[in-house]
């Protein structure tokens, strides 16, 4: 029965590839460019194929951390340091990154994510989406990665995210020597210094 199983999904997924496939090149002259928006037509068949590959035991678990605020800051800083750079500090996707990659991210904060179960969402960090970049965050297979539920509170908590928070996840995001220097400069220029110094 499991290889009848297997046999199925290969089927299936022949068959997405080849509907894919034709999306991309019927009336398109951008062949596979990650400029494109998906068709609705990609974006459907995507969405089938996405909801077919999350084991069905996932999609019925619960999140065992609680919504509450020392989890979310925990999500935060999480996010803010891995997730931001191609999702967004507000999780809306638009960033250098996210526009370069196809499909594009989603925007977290809509109820094509939001509706979701709490397990749907940790299955995908933890694993990845194949042929999208998305990749997987997970070590180890199973459902007892604590950063992991963190990001899956965080993510519940992006429509409601304040100014405040935005402000607090900007000091949080990766940063370059450059941009450290630069900010060191800023800091000297508001507290009265010159960029070679204080006199």
Not at 39 to 58: C, D, F, H, N, Q
Not at 60 to 72: A, D, G, R, T
Not at 96 to 101: N, V
Request: aromatic residues 10%; proline residues 7%; charged residues 20%.
């Amino acid at each position: 029965m499991n290889n009848f199983r297997w046999f199925l999904f290969g089927a299936l997924f022949v068959c997405v590839m080849a509907l894919l496939a034709i999306a991309v090149f019927i009336g398109r002259s951008q062949g596979f460019s990650a400029h494109a928006e998906p068709s609705s037509l990609e974006v459907s068949i995507a969405g089938m194929a996405r909801k077919l590959a999350i084991p069905s035991g996932y999609r019925e678990l619960h999140n065992p951390l609680p919504l509450s605020p020392e989890n979310i800051q925990a999500g935060m800083q999480h996010f803010a340091d891995h997730c931001a750079t191609c999702h967004a500090n507000n999780g809306n996707g638009d960033t250098l990154f996210g526009k370069g990659l196809y499909p594009k991210p989603p925007d977290f904060r809509k109820p094509e994510t939001q509706n979701k179960s709490d397990g749907e969402l940790y299955y995908v960090i933890e694993n990845g989406i194949r042929l999208s970049g998305m990749p997987a965050f997970g070590e180890h297979p199973g459902t007892g990665d604590t950063e992991t539920w963190h990001l899956v509170v965080f993510i519940r908590h992006l429509p409601s995210l304040t100014e405040t928070e935005l402000v607090r996840m900007a000091t949080l995001n990766p940063k370059t020597e450059e941009d450290r220097k630069e900010e060191q400069e800023e800091q000297k220029f508001l507290q009265g210094e010159s960029s070679q110094g204080a006199k």
